[in-house]
Nanobody
Framework: QVQLVESGGGLVQPGGSLRLSCAAD????????MAWYRQAPGKQREFVAYMTSAGITNYAGSVKGRFTISRDNANNTVYLQMNSLRTEDTAVYYC?????????WGQGTQVTVSS
């Protein structure tokens, strides 16, 4: 099993930045994929970004060039650096791990972009 805890959400003005953290309770280098998803009110959960254990990354078109996924293996933490935030980025952001053929989710952290 993998337990994930997200943090770093909050209220930010349009154009601002936030960095989300996802701490895992096991070595993340052993986890095949670490990813971020988000869910806005009244909408389905959508993919934001992922990073494989080999360091391959991929981003949703709506965040490419603004968001960056990274990891700190020493601290078993994956980050999502979010720059140039827009009101449409407002959502609950979830961390997901794919490990041994199963998916594990964190509890989510709220990001609100508003003036």
């Amino acid at each position: 099993q993998v337990q994930l805890v997200e943090s770093g959400g909050g209220l930010v003005q349009p154009g601002g930045s936030l960095r989300l953290s996802c701490a895992a309770d096991r070595t993340i280098s052993s986890i095949y994929v670490m990813a971020w998803y988000r869910q806005a009110p009244g909408k389905q959960r959508e993919f934001v970004a992922y990073m494989t254990s080999a360091g391959i990354t991929n981003y949703a078109g709506s965040v490419k060039g603004r968001f960056t996924i990274s990891r700190d293996n020493a601290n078993n933490t994956v980050y999502l650096q979010m720059n140039s935030l827009r009101t449409e980025d407002t959502a609950v952001y979830y961390c997901k791990a794919v490990f041994s053929g199963k998916e594990y989710w964190g509890q989510g952290t709220q990001v609100t972009v508003s003036s």
